[in-house]
């Protein structure tokens, strides 16, 4: 299996308050993205990142911000949390998304209350 | 605007015979298409992958096809078996796009014995 963990696992979080949600790479790949996935609507893509410092904005960019100021490590960070942002938020790696397969961590289940 | 879809939401096949999935595209500069298998609370794992200088890529019982002039590929799995039932996602990439990898909004697959 790929060496990616996303922490936490689970979290519940009050309406309002910011959120950080990681994930941390051991594979030394270039890319990795931050997708939410909610039913009838796939993986979106909320951002991704092509190298250190290094991100834009996906399809579903509105109330999140990133970072990489490692290879290895994404953060996904939803400023104000809003019951919209429910969902399962999945990080995926890459070393190059034009050749070959992404990997994804296990997941994260957000629930904002 | 959903640059990748795929429009059934669900299909029901019996063990044995012949399960197709169909993924849609409008982005022409799409190169780089792939297959995503999903069983719940887990991450999407990679299934099978195809470039766009192909048509046609086969593994095991998966095989994947690309009609470009109709913008559409599908995954052809023979034959079926219950261990295939999950959720399958289509995804495209453009080398032009810095590398951004779209997924489809998937379709749950249900194999009958």
């Known amino acids: 299996d790929a060496g990616i963990t996303q922490s936490p696992r689970h979290k519940v979080t009050e309406t309002g308050t910011p959120v950080t949600l990681r994930c941390h790479q051991t594979?030394?790949?270039?890319?990795m993205y931050w997708y939410r996935q909610d039913p009838g609507h796939g993986l979106r893509l909320i951002h991704y990142?092509?190298?250190?410092?290094?991100?834009d904005k996906g399809e579903v960019s509105d109330g999140y911000s990133v970072s990489r100021s490692k290879t290895e490590d994404f953060l996904l960070t939803l400023e104000s949390a809003t019951s919209s942002q429910t969902s399962v938020y999945f990080c995926?790696?890459?070393?190059?998304?034009?050749?070959?397969?992404?990997?994804f961590g296990q997941g994260t289940r957000l629930t904002v209350v | 605007d959903q640059q990748v879809k795929q429009n059934s939401p669900s299909l029901s096949v019996q063990e044995g015979r012949i399960s197709i999935l169909n993924c849609d595209y409008t982005?022409?500069?799409?190169?780089?298409f792939l297959w995503y298998k999903k069983y719940p609370a887990e991450g999407p794992t990679f299934l099978i992958s195809?470039?766009?200088?192909?048509d046609k890529n086969e593994d095991g019982r998966f095989t994947v096809f690309l009609n470009k002039s109709a913008k559409h590929l599908s995954l052809h799995i023979v034959p079926s078996q219950p261990g295939d039932s999950a959720v399958y996602f289509c995804?495209?990439?453009?080398?032009?796009?810095?590398?951004?990898?779209?997924f489809g909004q998937g379709t749950e697959l249900s194999v009958k014995p």
């Open positions: 995926a790696i890459s070393e190059n998304p034009v050749n070959t397969e992404a990997f």
């Open positions: 594979e030394n790949h270039r890319y």
């Open positions: 990142s092509y190298g250190v410092k290094d991100t």
């Open positions: 982005n022409s500069m799409f190169d780089y």
């Open positions: 195809i470039s766009s200088i192909k």
């Open positions: 995804a495209a990439s453009d080398r032009n796009q810095g590398g951004k990898l779209i």
